[in-house]
């Protein structure tokens, strides 16, 4: 009941904004070029849905997110495991990882296409640049604020090093572990798309390249709805996993505030 009464307060003000748009539309409000109209926009998915394109699309920039995510967790769980547990490692590692945390995925783009050119490992490398740092930091963080009090009961039960890992560790930063994952996956799919519009043959951002220079802002919109509406199922699905995960913590906080 409390979810039905967050999602119902939720939904009120896309409603509103949604009703501006449609008698905006209808009143002549402002320039059908500038802003389509709903019924516009509605033709142009429909059209995009016969034709397969929007699918299309959607696969192509999906595919490479997952690649990517992929690909950064594989690279930041060991590493955020690493300097959780031996912090002099961060004296060695810290300094160039800081550097390459401020540097934003999409300024080396152009540095990407000249390495790389125009195909799929520069996107590939933006996506891995762009998930990387919320997933280790978060696993870094996880690890290196596990309970001292637990860490010396396994020692007191002779538990090995690898054992204390998997029962204690592991376990107690698996909330941290899921926030990094969710966070990378969402700056992934932003990155992406960002790249796409710089750099691509398909995908969603190209699409609303092409739209851009055919002058189609009806395809514009659709693309950007797509965005979000694909963002934003990603992010519940990674809700309902940590739910499952950790059943604990579920429902203490939100992106938003508290549950």
């Known amino acids: 009941m409390l979810i039905g009464k967050r999602l119902l307060r939720g939904l009120y003000l896309p409603a509103i904004l949604f009703a501006i748009w449609v008698l905006g539309s209808w009143q002549s409000l402002w320039n059908a070029y500038v802003i389509p109209s709903p019924s516009t926009v509605l033709t142009a998915v429909q059209q995009m849905l016969a034709h397969g394109t929007l699918y299309k699309h959607i696969s192509v920039s999906l595919y490479r997110v997952l690649l990517g995510f992929s690909v950064a967790f594989i690279l930041a769980f060991p590493l955020g495991v690493l300097l959780g547990m031996k912090r002099s490692c961060g004296d060695y590692l810290g300094p160039l990882l800081e550097f390459v945390r401020h540097v934003p995925p999409l300024a080396t783009v152009p540095m990407l296409i000249l390495w790389f050119g125009i195909g799929e490992t520069p996107k590939l490398l933006i996506v891995v640049l762009a998930t990387f740092f ?69 995908g969603i951002g190209y699409m609303i390249l092409d739209a851009e220079q055919l002058s189609r802002p009806d395809v514009v919109v659709v693309g950007i709805l797509t965005i979000g509406i694909v963002g934003t199922l990603i992010d ?24």
């Open 134 to 202: 919320p997933i280790f930091l978060n696993i870094l963080y996880g690890v290196a604020n596990c309970d001292e009090k637990w860490l010396e009961v396994g020692k007191t039960f002779k538990l090995s090093n690898w054992q204390q890992f998997c029962r204690i560790v592991l376990p107690a930063a698996l909330p941290s572990v899921l926030l990094g994952m969710q966070l990378g996956l969402g700056y992934s799919w932003r990155a992406l798309v960002g790249a796409e519009l710089i750099a691509a043959s398909s």
């Open 236 to 259: 519940w699905l990674f809700l309902w996993i940590t739910k499952r995960a950790i059943p604990w913590k579920a429902g203490e906080t939100t992106e938003y505030g508290r549950g």
